[in-house]
């Protein structure tokens, strides 16, 4: 009862690029989610609906889902790549000390490209802020003395 699509051979053409019964799968249980989670955590979500999936098949999955422009791929600090189903351009905020990642609810700052503009000779194409702290959690266990 499994369908098996073309393996192997795997040509990754933009217009050819399907929603099979796993993206969709993956793409729902992103969906519920403001985790920003990694591959392995989104295998781990996946699990319970699809059983048989691999973590490598859910990372390939996760790859294909940026490229149709359904989900995107976070440039943040920090070991792990991260996924976001929220498309529009918008920043984070980071944990230093778990690695928890939220959305900075501040509008984008388009004024700061048009600022630089002239004022380098490179063309820009955009840019990357991320905000780091705390989390509620991190902060609470934080003492402010370190004895032991
Ligand atoms: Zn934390
Ligand atoms: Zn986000």
């Known amino acids: 009862m499994q369908t098996c699509r073309v393996r192997g051979k795997n040509l990754l053409q933009k217009k050819n690029i399907r929603m099979t019964k796993q993206r969709k799968v993956i793409l729902e249980e992103l969906r519920k989610q403001h985790t920003h989670p990694s591959a392995d955590e989104v295998y781990r ?3 319970h609906r699809l059983p048989r999936i691999s973590l490598g098949t859910v ?5 294909v889902l940026v490229q149709m422009g ?3 791929k976070l440039e943040l600090s920090g070991s792990l790549k991260r996924f976001d189903w929220d498309t529009n351009k918008h920043y984070h905020i980071r944990c230093v000390h778990c690695d928890r990642v939220d959305d900075a609810p501040i509008a984008p700052l388009n004024q700061l490209e048009n600022e630089l503009y002239g004022a380098t000779v490179f063309e820009i194409i955009g840019h990357n802020l991320e905000f780091k702290g705390l989390c509620p959690e991190c902060s609470e266990n934080a003492t402010p003395d370190h004895a032991g």
């Open 59 to 63: 990372y390939r999955n996760l790859e």
């Open 45 to 47: 979500m996946v699990r």
């Open 70 to 72: 359904e989900i995107q």
